[in-house]
């Protein structure tokens, strides 16, 4: 049973940086998939950043270049770091983390799926 704690959320200007963590307890060597997404206000919630097991990444075209995912070796952090943010970056940000997958779950159908384990967020907010 894998549980997410998020922080590092906060408001910050146009332009500016913040790096996100995800402390992940009970993660083990089943785990496939991690990453981040965010939902705004009125919206879907989307995917923002995947890594897989194999250390492979994947970006939403929208943070490519701006957004950098990582972890530790055992997988029991996540983070993100986000530099030149701006107004339409605002969102609640969720670390989530799925099993038993093959490798290319991660990238493809897991940003629709949406399984696995979840965190409860943590508010970005970005003003011009």
């Known amino acids: 049973q894998v549980q997410l704690a998020e922080s590092g959320g906060g408001s910050v200007q146009s332009g500016g940086s913040l790096r996100l963590s995800c402390a992940a307890s009970?993660?083990?060597?089943?785990?496939?998939?991690m990453g981040w997404f965010r939902q705004a206000p009125g919206k879907n919630r989307e995917g923002v950043a995947v890594?897989?097991?194999?250390?492979?990444?994947t970006y939403a075209d929208s943070v490519k270049g701006r957004f950098t995912i990582s972890q530790d070796n055992a997988k029991s952090t996540l983070y993100l770091q986000m530099n030149s943010l701006q107004p339409e970056d605002k969102a609640l940000y969720t670390c989530?983390?799925?099993?038993?997958?093959?490798?290319?779950?991660?990238?493809?159908?897991?940003?629709?799926?949406?399984?696995?384990?979840w965190g409860r967020g943590t508010q970005v907010s970005v003003s011009s």
């Open positions: 009970g993660a083990s060597s089943s785990t496939t998939c």
């Open positions: 890594i897989d097991s194999n250390g492979g990444t």
């Open positions: 989530a983390a799925d099993g038993y997958r093959p490798i290319d779950y991660c990238s493809g159908s897991w940003l629709s799926s949406l399984t696995g384990f």
